[in-house]
Structures are given as C-alpha cells and as structure tokens.
C-alpha cells in the first residue's frame, strides 16, 4: 500500500541555517494543515546539519543531505522529486516570511481559481528593502511583464522573484529548469507562464534581513536572472 499523499509539500531549501532552522521548522509545523516538510540541506558546515539530524526524527519531516553545494534551485527540485503533496510551496530556512500565510496562499488553488498562487511582498505596500534590493526587484518585475505580455495577458505581476511560489504538484511535471541557483525562480515564473497556468497574487507578511544575518543574495543573481529572461523569451 502506497503512504498516504498528504495536502501540501513544503520544501526548505537550507545552507548554513542553524540560527534559524529550528524554529522556521517549528512555525511550518504550527499550521494546522495536512502537510510534509522536506528539507534539503546543501552541504552546511557551520552546525546546521546536527540541528537537522534532531529534526528529521519529527513525524512528516524528511531531510535529504546533499555532499555538496549546488545552489538553490538544485535543492528545489531535488525536494520537487520527493514531493507526495497535491499543492506544493517553497519556504526558505529564514524567517522573512510567515508560514501562518499558507491557508490564504493556497485557498485559490484548493477553490479551483488559479494553478499558481504567488506570496508578494509588494501588494500590501512598500516593503522595508534596502534602495537597490528595491529597485533591483522592481526591475525584474518590469522585465517579465514586458518581455511576456502576451502571456499574462493584461495582467502584472507585481513580485516575481517571492519565495512563495505555491502550485499543484502537476504543473512541475515535465519542466525543465536549466537553473541552480537563485535564477531559478523567474525561469519557474516563465516556464509557469508559457505552459499557460493562470497565476494570482495575494499579499503576504515579511520580515526581511541583511547580509549581517546570512542573506545569500548577491547582485551577480540579478544579471543571471535576467540574462534568463532573455535567453527564454528570444531563444526558447
């Protein structure tokens, strides 16, 4: 007999996270819903993983333990391939975001109105981000709306680059995601996109940090990721 599938996946894509992991891992389990947690470590050396080896004796945690870094996205669709979920959502090991948001995030999936359902830090106002994490969003959002209007089809996406991407396992079926890294967040947006899923947005909670408390971002993903953008929308 095959295990049950539960109602969401919620895969935690870890490096170097042992400030944070415990009690992220204990915020995702205080929501009452049906869920999994996998938690797919990069290879971390600063204690993270003595931390994880306590955690994945929890009931519905699996840790996956990668021998090397490989980026982000490597660790996403290692979690994707393990998924038993009908909806899935991708939550970082930080605590920039809330995951008290997931019954709202995946209730338009769950009623039928859309396939994917992204979390945006934008919709309830200017966020609190440094000037160029800011305008270096914004950005982005620019580059996707104008570079695939004729697939959103009027419609504007106002946060491509969120965390809180949420989607029925299904519509991962068959992508491939030639990113690793950070990029592979707007190439998912486009892939998404181009497959003709409708896509909402709703408004989410976050709490950003700095670098002083391990955020990863560099400006380097941001020319990586619109150097994707490009490739897909001119050379498919």
């Not at 998924?83 to 999936?109: C, H, K, M, S, T």
């Not at 979390?119 to 950005?139: E, V, Y």
């Not at 504007?156 to 995601?177: A, N």
Request: charged residues 30%.
């Amino acid at each position: 007999m095959s295990p049950r599938r539960p109602l969401l996946s919620v895969i935690v894509p870890v490096y170097n996270e042992r400030r944070t992991i415990d009690l992220l891992l204990a915020k995702v389990r205080a929501v009452p819903l049906d869920m999994e947690i996998i938690v797919v470590d990069g290879a971390s050396e600063d204690g993270t993983v003595e931390i994880l080896k306590k955690e994945e004796k929890r009931s519905g945690t699996r840790v996956i333990y990668q021998t090397e870094r490989r980026g982000r996205g490597d660790a996403l669709k290692v979690g994707l391939r393990k998924a038993r979920g009908r909806v899935v959502i991708f939550q970082d090991a930080d605590l920039e975001l809330d995951p008290n948001d997931y019954p709202a995030l995946i209730q338009p999936i769950l009623s039928g109105d859309a396939d994917v359902v992204f979390g945006s830090r934008f919709l309830g106002g200017k966020p609190h981000m440094t000037f160029l994490q800011f305008w270096g969003n914004k950005a982005m959002n620019w580059s996707v709306n104008l570079l695939f209007a004729p697939e959103l089809k009027g419609r504007w996406l106002t946060d491509v680059e969120t965390c809180y991407q949420v989607f029925r396992r299904e519509c991962f079926k068959g992508l491939h995601i030639k990113n690793n890294h950070f990029a592979f967040t707007v190439e998912l947006t486009v892939r998404l996109l181009l497959r003709g899923y409708r896509i909402k947005e709703i408004p989410i909670s976050y709490f950003p940090r700095g670098k002083a408390e391990g955020k990863k971002i560099y400006w380097g993903d941001g020319f990586a990721s619109l150097w994707t953008l490009v490739k897909i929308r001119f050379l498919g």
